[in-house]
């Protein structure tokens, strides 16, 4: 006799993600046209490779401390103190990004709780909000994807327990000014309510300079991570800094749930330090202009400062709807409401060769110009 399971509220109230969905799709289409990937097309560099070989192959395969071994962790340190001079930020190693995240959440927020994230957004930030028992407050950021720090202020009631914000951010390739990341530090000041900033797309910022709202905040959160400046996605090797005692309780609970990150990987990280991407930086800038180029007549490109995504308009119907006509004709890309409240829009990725993106744009493009099917 089968078991009889009760799921708990947390899981039901979690969809699959839309994103893994078009992955299982993609798994049974011969040669799609895939634009839907979240992760560079290019390979971990060989110093990498070399120092998780040599990791594994001198036995460096057990746990490490839950904080990360310790070269890598002092590396992390001596970057953030250089860079923001905070006498109270310490930095640690987590298992991912995502693992980050999950952490400072489990810290922050309580059953009944709220969390102010952007529409669109990351589709973790909205699933992890739940899996904590909170529910995410989400401020509106269409068309332009800019920030109206008075619109946060008035999404910030007496449950508000943290504001997520992600620059360069996903899906929208969007880039925080100076005066954006200003105002959300300055704002989280004034409230009290902590500031969780995601930089994992540090590295492609395509139109200008990054900034850290933690440049005006001592007591901004970052996390990041290495999966997508390096390709090493499937390593999961992050990393957090923030107030020390905000991350002595994601050090605790991190020993609870991840353990750690995978030792080899966090040795390929630090390799990873020390090898240049400033190339792969100028790639994904040119495959930004080459993308914008073949399909702006047909779709407004807004936001695309940085990431590797653009966040358009569909041209006719739903994102949703337009999206199953894209994969009829074996392209592969993302509906828009899998990041938002609203399904107007598709996300493209545009982290692929450049033969695969012009593939991409010629079907965007007839699509578009083509209108809906009928019948």
Request: net charge negative.
């Amino acid at each position: 006799m089968a078991a009889a399971f009760t799921f708990s509220d947390r899981a039901r109230g979690i969809d699959a993600s839309g994103i893994r969905k078009v992955f299982d799709l993609a798994a049974q289409l011969e040669d799609p046209i895939n634009l839907s990937i979240g992760q560079p097309h290019y390979p971990v560099p060989d110093a990498v490779k070399a120092a998780i070989a040599d990791a594994v192959a001198h036995d460096r395969n057990a746990y490490s401390p839950s904080q990360g071994i310790a070269p890598l962790v002092s590396r992390l340190q001596a970057d953030v103190d250089e860079t923001f001079g905070h006498a109270d930020r310490r930095a640690f190693v987590t298992s991912g990004t995502s693992g980050g995240l999950m952490l400072a959440l489990s810290a922050l927020v309580n059953p009944g709780d709220e969390v102010v994230a952007f529409d669109p957004y990351f589709v973790m930030y909205k699933h992890l909000t739940t899996l904590c028992g909170g529910t995410c407050k989400f401020v509106d950021t269409y068309p332009d994807f800019r920030i109206d720090v008075e619109k946060v202020r008035a999404a910030i009631g007496p449950r508000t327990k943290a504001i997520l914000c992600n620059s360069p951010a996903n899906p929208t390739g969007a880039v925080m000014t100076e005066a954006e990341a200003r105002g959300l530090a300055e704002l989280s000041r004034e409230t009290g309510v902590p500031l969780i900033s995601d930089e994992i797309y540090e590295l492609f910022c395509h139109d200008g300079e990054f900034v850290s709202p933690a440049k005006y905040d001592e007591n901004c959160l970052v996390v990041g991570g290495y999966s997508k400046t390096y390709g090493m996605t499937g390593l999961r090797v992050g990393y957090a800094h923030g107030p020390a005692a905000l991350i002595e309780q994601m050090i605790k609970l991190q020993q609870y749930t991840f353990v750690c990150s995978p030792q080899p990987a966090q040795w390929g990280a630090l390799a990873a330090l020390d090898v240049d991407m400033s190339a792969r930086a100028t790639e994904y800038r040119g495959k930004r202009d080459l993308l914008a180029g073949l399909i702006g007549e047909n779709f407004p490109v807004r936001g695309a400062d940085g990431a590797f995504y653009m966040f358009v308009p569909a041209p006719w119907g739903t994102g949703s709807e337009f999206v199953a006509e894209c994969i009829k004709e074996g392209l592969l890309v993302i509906p828009g409401n899998v990041f938002s409240e609203q399904d107007t829009h598709l996300r493209i990725s545009y982290a692929a060769t450049d033969d695969t993106i012009r593939r991409g744009a010629d079907v965007l493009n007839r699509l578009a110009e083509r209108g809906p099917a009928v019948g």
